[in-house]
């Protein structure tokens, strides 16, 4: 297991399912052993194939992904944020993005009107989880 998979497993330790929006900054293949579910909405065609990752061409049925723990998203997709909103409603998910760049502050103000706030400022990636009340 490589170190990339170690951190995003210790984010959640009982964390079943990902939504990966983009590539896993290219650490796919080593976190398919991780999770039950891996669900990849990717506008590029990658080949990997495995039984538990899903691929999804885009946003379109996204409302019908359930129970997922974590979402890891590249940050050449932050603006897609808003599209994985219904997925961060029902989910309150761990949300990952990567770093060392921060995302604009108008996302960042979207995923604060929603109650996230940014708990570990890691060199590749930036965690937000939903603030407890």
């Known amino acids: 297991m490589s170190k990339f998979a170690k ?3 210790k984010l959640n330790k ?7 929006v983009g590539d896993a900054w290219g650490n ?3 976190m398919v052993e991780n999770f039950n579910s891996i669900f990849l909405i990717d506008d590029h ?3 990997f194939r495995s039984k538990n990752v899903i691929y999804r061409e885009n946003f379109d049925n996204i409302s019908h992904i359930y129970d997922v723990d974590i979402i890891l998203l ?3 997709h932050e603006n897609r944020l808003p599209e994985i909103l219904p ?3 029902r989910c309150n998910p761990i949300i990952v993005i990567e770093g060392p760049e921060i995302i604009s502050k108008e996302n960042q103000k979207f995923l604060k009107s929603h109650h996230y706030e940014i708990v570990e400022i890691h060199k ?3 965690q937000w989880k939903l603030r407890r009340s």
């Open 7 to 9: 951190r995003i497993k």
């Open 14 to 20: 009982k964390a079943r399912n990902v939504l990966v």
């Open 28 to 30: 796919l293949p080593e």
């Open 45 to 47: 065609k990658r080949i």
């Open 74 to 76: 590249n940050l050449d």
């Open 87 to 89: 997925v961060i409603k």
């Open 124 to 126: 590749t990636y930036f």
